[in-house]
């Protein structure tokens, strides 16, 4: 679905579908949190520091 596509009755749409199918729900549930990163705000952090030439390399101290 484009963004375009996307108002009140096309989401309404979308997400009874998916409450209405709860196997459905729970493979979409874990396909998004197998996507996820437990330690993206530090990997995000670190990265910032780098950039900004607070920390030179990931084994400074």
Avoid: Y
Avoid at 18 to 39: V, Y
């Amino acid at each position: 679905m484009t963004e375009a596509e996307l108002d009140v009755p096309a989401l309404s749409e979308q997400i009874t579908a998916i409450l209405s199918d709860p196997a459905k729900a729970t493979a979409m549930a874990a396909a998004a949190l197998s996507c996820g990163k437990p330690d993206a705000t530090a990997r995000l952090v670190a990265l910032v520091e780098e950039l900004a030439g607070l920390q030179t390399t990931k084994d400074a101290d």
